[in-house]
């Protein structure tokens, strides 16, 4: 019988270790605020930033949200995160995405300092995730180890697959697994032998960005499969990159769409938050 790993479960232990320690801070004096900017009223942008500010009050945190008309320029919006980097009561800056579209995302990304990107996404802190050093790591495959380490499932010395290259799972998911000392591979769309591959792992983790693209071919016996993508389908339902009900179990150990991965990427996030770059 498979584990389902527990994403809501996990993510709130998280969120309450959190809360404990901001009372901590706040008794010392110090006190944490995280800046949330939306460009445009996208609407699940929107619920986004909202259960990021939700996640802010529940653990004790500030979130100071500027909320820009979907006409603002570049220039403005670069303008607002060089003030924001500046003030010293600011820890932290999330820009929410996707940005308008006549607003270049890389830019925007780039011009956040490295020591207030709690997204990890600049390339200084994915630099440091690659060579070791401390810099803040992109919270959904922060969320991933979280989710294996607190799930008792032993990560050094495994076989593990990451299927899916980007920038903000693939890369740094494959980083973190081969820190936790894994044995690592990536696969993409044009990766021969695919199915090979993926039944090598002991741990397979799946950002392919396709619904239910992972049949129960493609994994091990026994296997431990994270989930991490998540789609709405035609009956309104949401499923993932799995397809839990064939792939489940043969697994030992598998998360569920939703409630597995999703939780975890807002919980670590607060974890940047509160905790700051540590090495």
């Known amino acids: 019988m498979a584990q389902i790993i527990d994403g809501k479960k996990i993510s709130q232990e998280i969120k309450e270790e959190l809360k404990e320690k901001v009372a901590q801070m706040k008794a010392q004096g110090i006190e ?7 460009v445009g009223n996208d609407p699940a942008s929107a619920v986004y930033v909202k259960n990021k500010k939700k996640a802010c009050e529940y653990i004790g945190i500030r979130s100071a949200s500027y909320e820009l008309a979907e006409e603002t320029t570049e220039e403005e919006l670069l303008k607002l995160i060089e003030e924001l980097n500046r003030q010293k009561d600011i820890d932290g800056i999330l820009v929410q995405l996707p940005l308008p579209k006549h607003i270049n995302e890389d830019r925007i990304l780039l011009a956040i300092a490295p020591e207030k990107d709690v997204d990890g996404f600049h390339p200084v802190n994915v630099g440091n995730l690659s060579i070791g050093r401390p810099g803040y790591v992109s919270c959904t495959p922060a969320g991933i180890i979280q ?6 499932i032993e990560i050094e010395g495994k076989e593990c697959v990451v299927l899916g290259r980007s920038n903000i799972v693939g890369k740094p998911m494959a980083a973190l697994l081969l820190r936790e ?45 994270i989930d991490v993508g998540i789609h709405r389908m035609e009956n309104k339902k949401l499923c993932g990159d799995v397809d839990f009900e064939n792939v489940a179990p043969g697994t030992s150990a598998i998360t569920p769409v939703p409630g597995g991965v999703g ?5 670590m996030l607060m974890h940047n938050c509160v905790e700051g770059i540590k090495g």
């Open 263 to 267: 939780p975890m990427t807002i919980a």
């Open 181 to 225: 000392n894994g044995t690592v591979t990536i696969c993409h769309s044009r990766t021969k032998n695919l199915k090979e591959i993926t039944r090598r792992a002991d741990i397979l983790v799946v950002a392919i960005g396709k619904p239910k693209y992972v049949s129960a071919d493609y994994v091990k016996e026994g296997a431990v499969v």
């Open 32 to 38: 944490r605020c995280l800046a949330v900017i939306q």
């Open 147 to 152: 989710l294996l380490k607190r799930s008792g």
